[in-house]
Nanobody, 121 residues
């Protein structure tokens, strides 16, 4: 059974930093692509950042230059380093892991439970 466990959320002042972690079990992490999403109250869920199995990254314009997504396959973990946090970054952040087949086709998605990030002004 695949499980994703997130940690690292919390309350921080504007300008501060947090690092989110998402640890996966029950899955061959090297055959996955990973992403962080967030959803603020009253808003749609949005993609924050993705990282491919090969380490290529994509960021939402709103977080470019401030957030960094990374992964450690040996630890089955993906991270989101968030710097220069703004009140607009307040949201529930969720980890997504997409399982790939040997041809690189995404065949299944898994989600973490979400972790709250609150940035005070």
């Amino acid at each position: 059974q695949v499980q994703l466990v997130e940690s690292g959320g919390g309350l921080v002042q504007a300008g501060g930093s947090l690092r989110l972690s998402c640890s996966a079990s029950g899955i061959l992490f090297g055959l996955t692509t990973s992403a962080w999403y967030r959803q603020a109250p009253g808003k749609q869920r949005e993609l924050v950042a993705t990282i491919s199995s090969g380490g290529s990254t994509i960021y939402a314009d709103s977080v470019k230059g401030r957030f960094t997504i990374s992964r450690e396959n040996v630890k089955n973990t993906v991270y989101l380093q968030m710097n220069s946090l703004e009140p607009e970054d307040t949201a529930v952040y969720s980890c997504n892991v997409g399982l790939l087949n040997p041809y690189g086709i995404r065949i299944k998605d898994y989600w973490g439970q979400g972790t709250q990030v609150t940035v005070s002004s």
